[in-house]
């Protein structure tokens, strides 16, 4: 089975930057898209970005798009994201998770991680 558990939430002020990783076990890291979505009080799961096996493709959510990098390491079977110019409205529980394909929606992932709260103070 596969199993990822998330790492590196907190609390951080407005502009502020923090790093999430996730840990990935139970099949071949390589093998998989690693996506990370995200879901505030009140709202419903969204997208934040996602990269390919290789990473060679990524894709982000335009309220993201050029504040937050993923990556990957194959080698020590982790992906991260990091979050640079955080803002209030970035204030969410993060998910990692993992399809064989990539994707952009929580219905085409297949397995994922119990989240890491993340927190922008103003």
């Known amino acids: 089975q596969v199993q990822l558990v998330e790492s590196g939430g907190g609390l951080v002020q407005a502009g502020g930057s923090l790093k999430l990783s996730c840990a990935h076990s139970g099949g071949s890291f390589s093998g998989y898209v690693m996506g990370w979505f995200r879901q505030a009080p009140g709202k419903e799961r969204e997208f934040v970005a996602a990269i390919s096996w290789g990473g060679i493709d990524t894709n982000y959510a335009d309220s993201v798009k050029g504040r937050f990098t993923v990556s990957r390491d194959n080698t020590k079977n982790t992906a991260a994201l990091q979050m640079n110019n955080l803002k209030p409205e970035d204030t969410a529980v993060y998910y990692c998770?993992?399809?064989?394909?990539?994707?952009?929606?929580?219905?085409?992932?297949?397995?994922w991680g119990q989240g890491t709260q993340v927190t922008v103070s103003s």
């Open positions: 998770a993992a399809t064989e394909i990539m994707g952009l929606t929580e219905e085409e992932y297949d397995f």
